[in-house]
C-alpha cells in the first residue's frame, strides 16, 4: 500500500512559482518502480491530467502546462515534483499527486484510470 502527501501549495501573483512536493510512504519499493503524476481539479470540473512521468523517465505533458511546468524526482527521497512557473489564474486548482506499481503506456499516462493511489492534494491560488 502507499501513502502520498502533496506540500508546498500556496497563494501566488500570477507569472509566480511554485514547486510542489509529494512524499510517497508506505511501499515495498521506492518511486523507481512506480509511475507517477499530477493531476489538478477546479471546483465544477472534471479531475485533469497536468504532468507524468513513467519508471523509465519517459514524461508526458497537458499542452497547457508545456514550457511552464517541469516534473522530476528523487528515488532516493522516494518524491516526486512539480516545478511550476509562470503561473497563470487558470491555474488555481487542488492539485493531487497520483501513482501505480508498474510501467505505464505513454499514451495513458495523463489518464486517472492509470493510477491506484492518490494524495489528498494540495492548493494553488493564483491571483491577478
Known amino acids: 500500500q502507499v501513502q502520498l502527501v502533496e506540500s508546498g501549495g500556496g497563494s501566488v501573483q500570477a507569472g509566480g512559482s511554485l514547486r510542489l512536493s509529494c512524499a510517497a510512504f508506505g511501499y515495498t519499493y521506492s518511486t523507481y518502480y512506480m509511475a507517477m503524476g499530477w493531476f489538478r481539479q477546479a471546483p465544477g470540473k472534471e479531475r485533469e491530467g497536468v504532468a507524468a512521468?513513467?519508471?523509465?523517465?519517459?514524461?508526458s505533458y497537458a499542452d497547457f502546462v508545456k514550457g511552464r511546468f517541469t516534473i522530476s524526482q528523487d528515488n532516493a527521497k522516494n518524491t516526486l515534483y512539480l516545478q511550476m512557473n509562470s503561473l497563470k489564474p487558470e491555474d488555481t486548482a487542488q492539485y493531487y499527486c497520483?501513482?501505480?506499481?508498474?510501467?505505464?503506456?505513454?499514451?495513458?499516462?495523463?489518464?486517472?484510470?492509470?493510477?491506484?493511489?492518490w494524495g489528498q492534494g494540495t492548493q494553488v491560488a493564483v491571483s491577478s
Open positions: 512521468i513513467d519508471t523509465d523517465g519517459t514524461t
Open positions: 497520483a501513482a501505480h506499481p508498474g510501467a505505464v503506456p505513454a499514451y495513458l499516462l495523463l489518464h486517472r484510470g492509470s493510477y491506484n493511489y
